[in-house]
């Protein structure tokens, strides 16, 4: 049970640190993480659910990862830039390794043996595709530093771990054979990529298989899919390949074979990137959460004056790897395929972009508590350096991208998105009135549309009521004159003056309002439970008496209701178009009630969405082909409108 607790903690720790972040997005999403898991730490009656075992953390939070980041990538752009692939991923770790870990013996060669600096060195090599991410968000990253930066992230985990098990090996051996170490590191890298390719193309067939057999169900596609890389990482390790490499494999495997099914089952398809997404942000919330939890237990263990000079040697390791990494760069041992003027700069930003993250916490963690029975006495100075290099890269990268780099510009506006998604809205409403149908299944799909454009604002209350109180006055003279002209009884008209006032009464706010809501509510809840369960005498006097008087006020509705929108139309500005809706809304509700007994045609309701779809999308089409909007606006709307449609269509299946 403390288990269970300990996991939702961890979870509770990964959304407050994502609300944080929401609120104030100046720091990096990675700093809160770590911050939640420093405060979550200092709870002392938790302290001690949260141990991480690293074979478990390698295997249900990093192979998941990296399957999914292989997923994403492009295996036509991977091909291309394969040899600055390998260069990065390859060559330049298992160097970094060898000057970190030599120049570490030398130094202090008291502290660290060969192999356990070697062992260091292996544990800070690897790289963080999704903190390099969320560094760069905001900042407009150069393609190819951002391309490299990526596909170097998806294998050098690989080679570091590779390395790590080398100099795990050694330490616990005492010697070293060069020959079987280079053996060992291809038969495991080249092993884990064959493997992972394997299981990635006999996945996709037992997709394909399926869908011939008619079995393409969510229920049983996406649970193989999010196994996938479990089994994949799992079976790899016990053959002694690199599992991190064959998920990598399997995920690129998938991604290159999966353009057969992206015309398929696009429920399943749309259904599968979300919670692939969702599952990505929680597992890597989860690694920095817990690299903030353990933090308060090693600091703990270590002296100030340790601390210090242990942060001396952090400090000294990441600036090592970064020149490293820089020179790498300008010696052209990676090709960046960078302009003259600009080599310097992408090669600094490569250099910062070698930010750690999730492999370095979980190698600093898979360090043996013994070796040949011996307490390591260096455990906790190696997770400690590994931890202070990781929240060193975050930092420095944090505060030096958007000081060298250019901020990420839209060529539209948040508040320019809502305003002509409202505008898609209303001409989709203004079109369909001349649509032939009912008006009862008008009112059922017009309210639908205006909840497009409403859900996401927050209601200028004081605004609202002017707007709602005007266009009750626009009412009252429409019903007014269509008396004076004797379109309407004066007994339908003192009817739908009285349901209008009454209407407008209750949006007055305020206590007694509410209250007068709810018994409204409560009300009119126990008449339509009567009428439901009227008697046959009863049913016959309803539509006898009650249901002629209904369709007149209905109808006199439509005959004000014109008038309404010609007002509300008039006075739509960018600063009110939310008001406005809500106000169109109302009225689409009165309609929708004041039809409520009449019966509906489904069929009718599904092509009446069609056809409104089909004007919003016309609309923005038309307002991108005369400049009023950007093709990157236009492109964001159609998605908008795409995945409502989706989302209803869903609904009616």
């Known amino acids: 049970m403390s288990t269970i607790f300990g996991i939702l903690m961890l979870l509770l720790a990964v959304v407050a640190a994502n609300v944080l972040h929401l609120l104030w997005p100046r720091l990096p999403l990675a700093i809160y993480q770590i911050l939640a898991g420093i405060v979550l730490a200092l709870i002392p009656v938790q302290s001690h659910t949260f141990e991480l075992d690293p074979k478990t953390f390698l295997l249900l939070i990093i192979a998941p990862l990296l399957f999914n980041d292989g997923q994403g990538t492009s295996p036509r752009e991977l091909s291309r830039n394969l040899k600055q692939m390998l260069s990065m991923a390859v060559t330049l770790v298992v160097f970094s390794v060898l000057v970190v870990g030599t120049g570490l013996h030398l130094a202090m060669a008291a502290t660290f043996s060969l192999p356990l600096a070697f062992m260091l060195g292996a544990i800070i090599a690897p790289t963080d595709a999704v903190a390099v991410k969320s560094l760069s968000a905001t900042v407009a990253m150069p393609r190819n530093v951002n391309r490299t930066l990526e596909h170097e992230a998806l294998f050098n985990d690989a080679s570091g771990l590779v390395l790590f098990g080398l100099a795990t090996s050694t330490l616990s051996s005492g010697h070293f054979s060069l020959g079987q170490g280079i053996f060992t590191f291809l038969y495991v890298f080249l092993g884990g990529i064959i493997f992972g390719a394997l299981i990635g193309f006999l996945a996709i067939q037992l997709r394909t298989t399926l869908m011939r057999t008619h079995v393409d169900i969510g229920q049983i596609v996406i649970p193989i899919?999010?196994?996938?890389?479990?089994?994949?990482?799992?079976?790899a390790e016990e053959l002694h390949l690199s599992g991190i490499l064959a998920v990598v494999a399997a995920g690129i495997v998938h991604a290159l074979l999966y353009t057969r099914l992206r015309l398929t089952s696009a429920k399943v398809q749309i259904a599968s990137t979300t919670i692939w997404s969702m599952v990505a942000d929680i597992l890597n919330g989860l690694v920095f959460v817990f690299l903030g939890v353990t933090l308060p237990s090693v600091l703990g263990n270590t002296s100030l004056a340790r601390l210090a000079k242990i942060f001396v040697v952090a400090i000294a390791l990441y600036l090592v790897m970064g020149a490293l990494r820089y020179f790498w760069s300008q010696l052209k041992f990676v090709d960046l395929h960078s302009k003259k003027?600009?080599?310097?700069k992408d090669s600094f930003l490569l250099?910062?972009?070698?930010?750690?993250?999730?492999?370095?916490?979980?190698?600093a963690f898979s360090i043996p508590h013994t070796i040949n029975g011996q307490p390591l006495a260096a455990r906790n100075t190696?997770?400690?350096?590994?931890?202070?290099?990781?929240?060193?890269?975050?930092?420095?990268g944090a505060l030096a991208f958007p000081r060298i780099l250019p901020a990420k510009k839209n060529s539209y506006r948040q508040s320019e998105f809502h305003y002509q998604l409202n505008k898609t809205v209303h001409y989709a409403i203004d079109q369909l009135a001349n649509e032939p149908g009912g008006a009862a299944e008008k009112a059922v799909v017009l309210n639908v549309l205006s909840s497009q454009s409403t859900l996401t604002f927050k209601t200028n209350q004081a605004r609202f009521q002017r707007i709602y109180d005007r266009a009750h006055e626009v009412e009252l003279a429409a019903i007014t004159k269509l008396s004076e002209e004797g379109k309407v009884t004066d007994k339908i008209a003192r009817l739908y003056v009285g349901l209008i006032s009454r209407e407008l009464a209750s949006h007055g706010g305020g206590l007694i309002n509410f209250c007068r809501w709810i018994y409204y509510r409560v009300k009119w809840h126990r008449v339509r439970h009567r009428v439901s369960h009227m008697t046959p005498a009863q049913t016959a006097y309803f539509k006898r008496e009650v249901a002629p008087i209904q369709q007149q006020v209905a109808h006199v509705f439509d005959l004000i209701y014109p008038q309404v929108n010609a007002y509300l139309k008039d006075i739509q500005t960018p600063a009110n178009t939310h008001e406005v809706t809500m106000v169109r809304r109302s009225y689409f509700n009165r309609q929708r009630f004041f039809r409520q007994h009449e019966?509906?045609?489904g069929e009718q309701i599904d092509t009446l969405f069609v056809a409104a779809f089909q004007f919003e999308h016309s609309y923005i089409q038309q307002a991108a082909a005369k400049g009023t909007i950007s093709v990157e606006l236009a492109n964001a709307l159609n998605e908008h409108i795409s995945t409502d449609q989706l989302v209803y269509i869903q609904s009616t299946n």
Do not use: C, E
């Not at 190696?382 to 420095?396: C, G, K």
């Open 382 to 396: 190696i997770i400690l350096i590994a931890a202070l290099v990781i929240i060193i890269s975050i930092t420095v």
């Open 599 to 601: 019966h509906l045609d």
């Open 341 to 344: 003027k600009q080599r310097q």
């Open 351 to 363: 250099s910062l972009g070698g930010i750690h993250g999730t492999i370095t916490l979980a190698m």
């Open 225 to 235: 899919n999010l196994m996938t890389p479990i089994v994949t990482y799992w079976f």
